[in-house]
Nanobody, 121 residues
Framework: QVQLVESGGGLVEAGGSLRLSCEASGSIVFSINNMAWYRQAPGKQRELVAVITSGGTTNYADSVKGRFTVSRDNTKNTVYLQMNSLKPEDTAVYYC??????????????WGRGTQVTVSS
């Protein structure tokens, strides 16, 4: 069994910051897995936010480039998403994903349950 547990979501005003964490546990060798953050707003499809590979390479959705930073700490089996300059359109449930493939979402092997981020205007 593999568990991904997100934390750090909440309510923040536009322009503010939040840091999401996702801790992996169970039968997973964290360091060899690629990790990703997705988000899903009400009435919309789940969309990719950021990816960090096992080697540390990162990629971001155009909508968050320059504002969000993804990182990982293999000693803690944890991936982070630092979100700055938040906008109301960033409001969504944010999900952590893990696996050898994390893009597209249909190929993700492990999902967290999500954490709500709400940005007020």
């Amino acid at each position: 069994q593999v568990q991904l547990v997100e934390s750090g979501g909440g309510l923040v005003e536009a322009g503010g910051s939040l840091r999401l964490s996702c801790e992996a546990s169970g039968s997973i060798v964290f360091s060899i897995n690629n990790m990703a953050w997705y988000r899903q707003a009400p009435g919309k499809q789940r969309e990719l936010v950021a990816v960090i590979t096992s080697g540390g390479t990162t990629n971001y959705a155009d909508s968050v480039k320059g504002r969000f930073t993804v990182s990982r700490d293999n000693t803690k089996n944890t991936v982070y998403l630092q979100m700055n300059s938040l906008k109301p359109e960033d409001t969504a449930v944010y999900y952590c994903a893990a696996g050898l493939w994390v893009v597209p979402s249909s190929r993700v092997r492990y999902w967290g349950r999500g954490t709500q981020v709400t940005v007020s205007s």
